[in-house]
C-alpha cells in the first residue's frame, strides 16, 4: 500500500474518493492498470520521470515520442552492457592473475587495483 502512496505522492496516479462516512477507498480497474503499467516501466529501467512522459503519452497517436523514450533507454541499457563487460573482463583477469601467480609478495588482485 505504501507504493501506492508513494505513487499518488509523486503524481503518477490519482488518489480515489474516500466513501461517504469514511471507510476504505476502492481502486477500481484503471487503477490496477495503471500501477501494472509504472511497475512494468520500471522493471524496463525508466525512472518516474521518464514514466510520467509516458503516462502522458498514453493514449495518444505518439507513437514517435514513445519510441524516441524506448530508444533512449534502449542506448542506455546498452552502453551500461559495455560497461558490466569491460568490467567483467578487468575482474575475471584480475581472479586468473591471483590463481597463476605466487603470493610472495601480496596479493595480485590488489596489487592490480594499486598499478592499473
Known amino acids: 500500500m505504501e507504493t501506492v502512496r508513494f505513487y499518488q505522492r ?33 522493471l524496463l529501467g525508466f525512472t518516474l520521470d521518464e514514466i510520467t512522459s509516458l503516462l502522458k503519452l498514453e493514449g495518444s497517436l505518439a507513437c514517435t515520442s514513445t519510441r524516441y523514450l524506448a530508444a533512449r533507454k534502449l542506448a542506455m541499457v546498452e552502453s551500461k552492457l559495455a560497461d558490466l563487460q569491460a568490467m567483467k573482463a578487468a575482474l575475471t583477469g584480475m581472479v586468473a592473475r591471483c590463481d597463476s601467480e605466487e ?11 594499486i598499478d592499473d
Open 10 to 42: 509523486s503524481g503518477l496516479i490519482d488518489e480515489p474518493a474516500r466513501p461517504h462516512g469514511g471507510g476504505y477507498r476502492t481502486y477500481g480497474e484503471e487503477w490496477i492498470h495503471r500501477i501494472r503499467f509504472i511497475k512494468r516501466a520500471q
Open 103 to 113: 603470493r610472495d609478495d601480496g596479493c595480485p588482485i590488489i596489487q592490480a587495483l
